[in-house]
């Protein structure tokens, strides 16, 4: 029997990082002279720190670098073989290039756009379609709070 291919049992991280191709980011990182006086931190690694902070939903530099360090026993398996310090992940968000990450998007949208499903609809389908607003359940929680039995 040969190996399933399906990505049942990976972390969906894990699963995100195998559609990247290293060999293409840095020859876009060279393109665009992203990875310019770096030692260690370059565009790919920069890449997946901030494909991290995505999925975690993070809001801050701190609050990464802590994320980072609570994984710090993972990084292996995301191609990370330390965990960046606060000044130097900052002083890459400033000095990178945004561009590069806006190619590196690019060429992967290129290459999997075929098997990516097209959520146009059509003008029927947009007549019958229904949108259900959940916020003012939201907005008015505190109000709602003496509607129906009272669980004290």
């Given amino acids: 029997m040969s190996k399933s291919t399906n990505f049942t049992g990976q972390p969906i991280f894990g699963q995100l990082i195998n559609f990247l191709d290293r060999s293409k980011i840095s020859k876009i990182s060279r393109k665009n002279e992203a ?8 565009t790919y690694k920069h890449l997946i720190v901030m494909m991290f902070v995505t999925l975690n939903g993070y809001q801050s530099i ?25 000044s130097t992940f900052s002083d890459a968000n400033k000095r990178r290039p945004s561009e590069v990450f806006g190619e590196i998007y690019m060429d992967v949208y290129r290459k999997y756009a075929s098997s990516l499903s097209d ?10 379609l229904y949108i259900m607003d959940s916020t003012t359940i939201t907005l008015f929680k505190e109000i ?7 669980p004290k």
Avoid: C, M, P, W
């Fill in 119 to 128: 959520s146009r609809l059509s003008k029927q389908d947009l007549k019958r």
């Fill in 35 to 42: 990875d310019r006086y770096t030692k260690k931190f370059t």
């Fill in 144 to 150: 709602l709070k003496g509607v129906g039995r009272n």
């Fill in 62 to 86: 701190r609050e990464t670098i802590i994320g980072l360090l609570a994984n710090a026993h993972k990084l292996g398996h995301l191609g990370l073989n330390y965990v960046v310090r606060r």
